[in-house]
């Protein structure tokens, strides 16, 4: 199932809102509707080689880069992709548990190691 599924349903629980999208969401059939619907801006990175191409703003790029961070570290360090649970509490449990860690990974680095919040790779002596 593409991501973009997704926006079909997320359309009837949010409005008045701006969404950070991929370059797989640059369909404008699909962001009219969303705008017409329930009034939802999809923001996406233009391609390269689009007419008037322009910059996605600044505030758009540092969020998705960060989401992009975040997901690959739970991807790459907690190995959340792999996930051997027997039963769907157990895979609830697991991935709870890993989401759990990385957020008190963050907590610790921001406010008692004074470091930046997404750097995980860093021992704590």
Do not use: W
């Amino acid at each position: 199932i593409h991501d973009i599924h997704f926006l079909q349903d997320i359309k009837h629980q949010m409005n008045n809102c701006t969404l950070i999208g991929d370059r797989g969401y640059l369909s404008t059939q699909v962001q009219t509707d969303l705008f017409n619907y329930a009034n939802i801006k999809l923001d996406t990175p233009m391609r390269n080689n689009q007419k008037n191409y322009q910059k996605q703003k600044y505030i758009f790029r540092k969020s998705r880069k960060r989401i992009e961070t975040l997901f690959s570290q739970l991807c790459d360090q907690f190995k959340i992709r792999n996930n051997y649970a027997k039963s769907f509490n157990g895979f609830k449990t697991r991935v709870l548990s890993k989401i759990t860690a990385l957020t008190f990974i963050q907590f610790v680095n921001v406010f008692v190691f004074s470091r930046k919040m997404n750097r995980l790779k860093i021992e704590l002596i």
